[in-house]
């Protein structure tokens, strides 16, 4: 069946500072990837998506680009925010009309000032 | 546009005890999700409804949990009896047929 595995967290940063959350996936066919993000008492936002190989997803500085020969979606923002700290979730579709989706168990972040 | 709409936001009850999660998506998205999300882990699809029809209820647990949606519109989730081990937060999300999911701000369940 499909799965996600993302990098253990809390990963804690200053701000300013590089990020980097990995993420791998297992699926069937091509699915379509995505980061979904939770900020504290609020429920979950889509940060940004990519529907098919070597695609990059892009927003708010975040950035993903969807490996298919490694199986990777890995997130990345060069200077990150305090306003960043949240929960973040890898996630795929699998392919077809069945719009289900897969999450990872999320990664917290915390950036201190 | 108005977002996906869940109440209550939280809720306490003791174990053995029933409760009702209610869901009113986003106008014209004929897909409807409820999912859990435990503490430190990812969200869980429990239940999903293309319209008032079911697509997937695989992993929900038939035994206690139920859930509909009248007309194709609101949807409810139902707990009865209410275990300790469901404590979690209950997310509602919609979407159209091949866009993203759009999510609710969730109902914290607490089990005593």
């Known amino acids: 069946g499909n799965s996600v595995t993302q990098m253990e967290g809390p990963v804690t940063l200053s701000e300013e500072a590089f990020l980097t959350i990995n993420c791998t996936y297992t699926a069937t066919g091509y699915p379509s990837l995505f980061w979904y993000v939770q900020y504290p008492g609020e429920g979950l936002q889509l940060l940004l998506k990519?529907?098919?190989?070597?695609d990059k997803g892009s927003n708010k500085g975040f950035e993903a680009t969807y490996r298919k020969e490694t199986t990777s979606f890995h997130l990345e923002k060069g200077s990150v925010q305090v306003s960043d700290s949240a929960v973040y979730f890898c996630a795929l579709r699998s392919g077809g009309s069945n719009y289900k989706l897969t999450f990872g168990k999320g990664t917290l972040l915390t950036v201190n000032p | 546009e108005a977002g996906v709409a869940q109440s209550p936001r939280y809720k306490i009850i003791e174990k053995r005890q029933s409760v009702a999660f209610w869901c009113n998506p986003i106008?014209?998205?004929?897909?409807l999700y409820w999912y859990q999300q435990i503490l430190g882990q990812g969200p869980k699809l429990l239940i999903q409804?293309?319209?008032?029809?079911?697509?997937?209820d695989s992993q929900l647990p038939k035994d206690r949990f139920s859930a509909e949606r009248l007309k194709g519109v609101d949807s409810t989730l139902k707990i009865q009896p209410a275990k300790l081990e469901d404590s979690a937060v209950y997310l509602c999300a919609s979407s159209l047929e091949v866009t993203e999911a759009f999510f609710g701000q969730g109902t914290r369940l607490t089990v005593v």
């Open positions: 409804f293309q319209n008032n029809g079911v697509v997937d």
């Open positions: 106008s014209g998205h004929a897909t």
């Open positions: 990519a529907t098919k190989a070597d």
